[in-house]
């Protein structure tokens, strides 16, 4: 059974950092693509970034060159580094994993960046 738990979020002020953490219960060398999505208050769901089983990115143009997106394939963990944070990038950030046509979600991890 796929599960992904996300952790790493917070409350950060504008020009800090943090590191999201999403661990899959199952070998992410199994997904097709990982990805982090984002949901603010009264918005929609929005890709973040992500990350194809063979290493390529790509990212929303809102984060390129403050996000990075990687993953450590010994730990099946996929991390967001988010530098340079802006109070619109408040929101809850969602972890997903694509496997043969099927969509895997976390809970979710809210990030509140303070002006």
């Known amino acids: 059974q796929v599960q992904l738990v996300e952790s790493g979020g917070g409350l950060v002020q504008a020009g800090g950092s943090l590191r999201l953490s999403c661990a899959s219960s199952?070998?992410?060398?199994?997904?097709?693509?990982m990805g982090w999505y984002r949901q603010a208050p009264g918005e929609q769901r929005e890709l973040v970034a992500r990350?194809?089983?063979?290493?390529?990115?790509n990212y929303a143009d809102s984060v390129k060159d403050r996000f990075t997106i990687s993953r450590d394939n010994a730990k099946n963990t996929v991390y967001l580094q988010m530098n340079s944070l802006k109070p619109e990038d408040t929101a809850v950030y969602y972890c997903?994993?694509?496997?043969?046509?099927?969509?895997?979600w976390g809970e979710g991890t809210l990030v509140t960046v303070s002006s």
């Open positions: 997903n994993a694509h496997l043969i046509g099927m969509d895997y």
């Open positions: 990350i194809s089983s063979g290493g390529s990115t």
């Open positions: 199952v070998n992410i060398f199994l997904y097709n693509a």
